[in-house]
């Protein structure tokens, strides 16, 4: 059964190889949109003193499932954000750049805390994948074909005992035999002289 399991456990393994790897690019590229982003906040630090954080929020993220090689990951199908309403006239006019901004920022830090424990959650099933397909190939398979050896040979072992032993009684079933016959041919000689 393992043997013909472990191809199916491969394939998986590979599978979940493939998918770290994307997980790995998204991350790093998440990464790089993020610190471009935080670059451009940088450039407007001095207004950011002026500007009031509470106006943007996260108010809900969706989340979607996907099985990928038999692990349940989340998926991030939408984030809202919630804008609170400003006054256009009293607000400096960079506001709106600013609100756009930290709409770009939350919802990259959202994707990417996404995009970490998905990574996560699949480096643990390859972890484990791995695991049962080392744990198949060096020791369970060679076990179970050694012990399958080992009952192969005392069987065999068994079987030419019983053909040693069938021989022995044979041959002295024979013996006897002969010897009864010699020993009444013996008898019949004598009561004839």
Excluded at 4 to 9: A, F, K
Excluded at 86 to 105: E, H, R, T, V
Excluded at 161 to 184: D, G, P
Aim: proline share 3%; hydrophobic share 40%; aromatic share 6%.
């Amino acid at each position: 059964m393992r043997q013909r399991t472990l191809p199916i456990i491969k394939s998986k393994e590979t599978a979940l190889r493939l998918e770290v790897k994307k997980c790995k690019d998204e991350a790093a590229e998440l990464d790089k949109k993020l610190e471009r982003q935080i670059a451009g906040y940088e450039s407007l630090y001095a207004l950011w003193g002026e500007f009031d954080t509470s106006l943007v929020a996260v108010k809900d993220v969706e989340i979607e499932r996907k099985k990928i090689a038999g692990v349940v990951i989340p998926i991030l199908a939408n984030i809202r954000l919630d804008v609170k309403p400003f006054g256009l006239f009293s607000a400096p006019k960079w506001y709106f750049d600013g609100i756009n901004l930290l709409q770009g920022l939350a919802k990259t830090a959202v994707e990417h805390e996404f995009v970490m424990a998905k990574l996560g959650l699949l480096e643990h099933a390859r972890k484990k994948t791995t695991q049962k397909v080392n744990l198949f190939e060096k020791v369970q398979i060679p076990g179970f074909q050694e012990a399958v050896r080992k009952i192969k040979r005392f069987m065999e072992d068994e079987e030419n005992l019983s053909k040693s032993s069938q021989k022995i009684l044979k041959s002295l079933q024979e013996k006897r035999k002969n010897a009864e016959q010699e020993s009444a041919k013996n008898e019949g000689k004598e009561s004839v002289a």
